[in-house]
């Protein structure tokens, strides 16, 4: 029973270290996701190494609680960086556009208007 409370009290950490990874990317706090990142491996390779008594559902209870919320916090997480991805797909495009319009301005499109600015 103590092993099972301690496996729900890391999911719990689990937990927060994803929601604080959401506030990070939401920030653009980039070196805090790095950190927290780090930190989440280690706490997931601390509850792989704890192990359970499956033979007591009770006690259990609280894990697979905790488990839930990871999963919703990780779905959370995933959906983010998501919205970002496409995000970064559609500026890209934007800037891609862009960059070929300048680049085709200054070859000197046929009616187009060019300055010299040279001194």
């Known amino acids: 029973m103590m092993q099972a409370h301690r496996v729900a009290d890391a999911y719990a950490r689990y937990a927060e270290l994803i929601m604080a990874q959401v506030d990070a990317l939401d920030r653009d706090e980039i070196e805090r996701l790095d950190v927290l990142s780090r930190q989440r491996a280690q706490l997931a ?7 359970l008594d499956p033979s007591d559902p009770g006690s259990l209870t609280e894990v697979r609680r905790q488990m839930a919320t990871c999963l919703e916090a990780d779905m959370h ?25 300048l680049s085709v301005y200054a070859r000197g499109m046929p009616g187009a208007v060019a300055l010299d600015v040279k001194p």
């Open 45 to 51: 390779g601390e509850i792989e190494a704890i192990g």
């Open 77 to 101: 997480l995933r959906q983010r960086l998501e919205v970002m991805h496409q995000e970064n797909v559609v500026g890209t495009r934007r800037v891609d556009r862009w960059r070929k319009a």
